[in-house]
């Protein structure tokens, strides 16, 4: 039992690898705008906007603030533990083996699972942009066999994956239904990450600037199209004009789309051993480009809500070439822009979480959790050569048989509870001494501050919203029961929160992420948790099977 919680000893002057030290500040920032501005702008926006209408701006603004703390903890454990691995190494360093596992077991999901969704939103685009230019590739070539499979079942308009199961070929009594755009880039993304980090890091700052300049043009175009009257919509069910039609349980309900978003930025702490002084370079890399994505999430979520009607964004999976298609703007050449540049925005995500999962798998490998292939470095490339075709693979085959809506919420719930261990993590951790030109987490003292924010906030909030609070212990409600469950238990668990920041005075940076990321896990509905905990029943399992038995730590 003393096995599974003990320790592993980390030193903030190890900065040994086999990998190669290539990255600087602004490489960290490019990596992190690619990881963060991708899929959750050009992909899952439309279907947060359907979810929260204009009021989903509010959500971005948690998740921001959720992501901002959890950043500052990453960083803090950054600066102490130089070496890959990101929340799985640090877990490591404070809650012990088999949490650490847990975490890492999580990161496959968000990693791993992730890209898959990715790689179906870049063949959405794909597809879209050769339709634009005349080009068309069978249906059945461009989707998954599960997808039309659902469509059919279903009901389903969409027109495509109807089309794509009647025509269809058969293979004995199987239609061949295949994604086969989502399975090249795969193929290609991974070879990249095979050849080299310098390679990647040249490709993915040029592609970063070509998305941001589009970026800013879809803003600066779209601000003249703005029609004021969109922002405050009116609620069907009761006739009133509201920046939030669908209520805060409609906003919170986009959580996974939003947050899906923001996932990208812990993959940088992954390259720490191939990040030049990681200390200084990694925290300062992670912040900027968090703020700097959260300022642009909330600028295109005005624009496009704007632009069209929330209501109009339903099964829409190209938002930002949606809102200047001919029904809306009519700006045909910037629909043509906006096509092309997600594609090279989307492929920038892509090749940063699939350069994160192997450098993941490299360093469990390296503590004997996971098999030593996975720890192999290539004699030329120096990059982790087998965890990298394992990740191919593992992203690959996946997109032959699941679709996207299942990925996306089976990433997110992942994510944030790996942020939410990390930072339990932070506070868990023992005062350093401060080294000039190393990130240091400023100490508040939460004894005082912490209770007065939650309990004050609190009270504000039922003073505003008093129907909530008398309706909370209502869960059998269809709509709404689950979140007020779920808010119930985010109650409770913030105070007692608040009585051990009162006994152990507890850092408030760390406590704020902690309660901010445990606010988001809220959103999440019962389907998730069923999935996410048979997920995390299966780790267990190999854990015991394998790893402990061949722990480094253990030996």
């Known amino acids: ?288 480009s968090l703020v700097l994505c959260t300022v642009i999430y909330i600028a295109l979520t005005l624009v496009l809500t704007g632009m069209v009607d929330y209501r109009k964004f339903d099964g829409v999976g190209d938002p930002l070439s949606f809102i200047f298609e001919k029904s809306n703007a009519n700006v045909a050449w910037m629909e043509l822009v906006v096509s092309f540049v997600a594609i090279v925005a989307i492929t920038t995500v892509l090749l940063v979480f699939q350069m994160g999962q192997p450098r993941i798998w490299y360093a469990m490998s390296r503590d004997g959790l996971m098999p030593q292939r996975f720890q192999k470095v290539h004699p030329k490339y120096k990059t982790p050569s087998y965890a990298t075709i394992i990740t191919g693979i593992v992203v690959g085959v996946p997109i032959i048989f699941t679709d996207k809506s299942f990925i996306l919420d089976f990433t997110s719930i992942g994510t944030i509870f790996a942020f939410v261990l990390v930072c339990a993590g932070v506070l868990m951790l023992p005062a350093k001494e401060k080294v000039k030109g190393r990130f240091h987490l400023p100490y508040i003292n939460s004894k005082i501050i912490f209770p007065v924010i939650f309990i004050g906030g609190l009270i504000g909030f039922y003073l505003w919203q008093p129907e909530f609070f008398h309706e909370l212990a209502d869960w059998a409600d269809p709509k709404e029961g689950e979140f007020r469950a779920s808010i119930f238990f985010f109650i409770i668990i913030n105070l007692i929160l608040c009585v051990v920041a009162f006994i152990k005075n507890l850092s408030l940076i760390p406590l704020i992420g902690l309660s901010s990321c445990l606010y988001l896990l809220t959103g999440m509905s019962h389907e998730n948790w069923f999935w996410f905990g048979l997920w995390f029943a299966i780790g267990l399992v190999i854990y015991f099977c394998y790893g402990y038995k061949h722990s480094k730590l253990r030996s």
Request: net charge neutral; glycine share 10%.
């Open 1 to 288: 039992m003393n096995q599974l919680f003990r320790r592993k000893q980390y030193s903030d002057k190890d900065t040994s690898t086999n990998l190669l030290r290539v990255l600087g500040v602004w490489d960290i920032v490019f990596f992190g705008i690619a990881a963060i501005i991708g899929a959750g702008s050009f992909s899952s926006l439309g279907e947060a906007i359907f979810r929260g209408g204009p009021g989903v701006i509010l959500l971005y603004l948690i998740c921001g603030f959720a992501c901002g703390f959890t950043a500052l903890c990453y960083a803090e454990f950054a600066s102490r533990i130089p070496t890959a691995g990101s929340a799985y190494t640090y877990a490591y360093a404070s809650f012990g083996e088999l949490i650490a596992w847990i975490i890492g077991w999580a990161l496959i999901m968000e990693y791993s699972f992730g890209n898959i969704y990715v790689a179906f939103s870049w063949s959405d685009y794909f597809t879209s942009f050769l339709g634009r230019l005349g080009m068309h590739i069978p249906d059945y070539l461009t989707c998954s066999y599960t997808e039309a499979k659902k469509a059919i079942l279903n009901g389903s308009e969409n027109k495509d994956l109807i089309n794509a199961w009647k025509t269809a070929p058969l293979i004995g009594n199987l239609k061949f239904i295949v994604d086969v755009p989502a399975l090249v880039i795969n193929g290609l993304i991974t070879w990249l990450c095979y050849v080299g980090v310098k390679e990647s890091k040249n490709f993915n700052n040029s592609l970063v600037i070509l998305k941001l300049a589009v970026i800013i043009l879809v803003i600066l175009v779209g601000f003249a199209y703005i029609n004021t009257d969109n922002w405050t919509p009116v609620n069907p069910e009761n006739g009133v004009e509201s920046f939030m039609p669908n209520g805060f349980t409609g906003v919170m309900s986009a959580v996974s789309g939003v947050f899906f978003a923001y996932i990208g930025f812990d993959a940088l702490s992954v390259l720490s051993e191939e990040t030049k002084n990681p200390q200084k370079t990694l925290p300062k890399g992670m912040i900027i």
